[in-house]
């Protein structure tokens, strides 16, 4: 009888047990991605309704003492909402690296440990 493929070699002994990355931060990651778009559009939205005399310059100063101004609060919206997306996709980027970097499958046999990657053994 052939071993199948998914069989340890009779070299390394029994297998002990199997582990794979978690899921947890995956999904985190994807949840937090989309509500961050869904934030950038929420607040796009925001400036369709503006009050109509909400035009001209817009000033302010931080607490620390920064002062920064924008030539309109339409700019301030779009500003906003572009950060959010430019954040959303920064959080999609660590999805897709993280899941490539979890993708490995440890097997831990009496005598060593293999690790599978897409179905290649190393």
């Keep these: 009888m052939q071993p199948s493929p998914t069989q340890a070699p009779s070299a390394t002994g029994e297998l002990i047990a199997s582990f794979r ?30 009050p109509a005399g ?15 101004s924008f030539s309109s609060p339409q700019t301030l919206i779009y500003a906003t909402s572009a950060l959010l997306a430019v954040i959303a996709l920064g959080v999609f980027a660590a999805y897709a690296w993280h899941k490539r970097l979890r993708a490995p499958v440890y097997n831990v046999f009496e005598l060593g440990i293999e690790r599978i990657v897409n179905d290649q053994r190393h």
Excluded: C, N, Q
């Design 21 to 50: 990355h978690g899921k947890g931060f995956l999904m985190f990651s994807l949840i937090f991605g989309v509500v961050l778009l869904g934030l950038a559009v929420f607040v796009l939205y925001l400036g369709t309704i503006l």
């Design 54 to 68: 909400s035009e001209g310059p817009l000033a302010g100063e931080t607490s620390r003492g920064l002062s920064f």
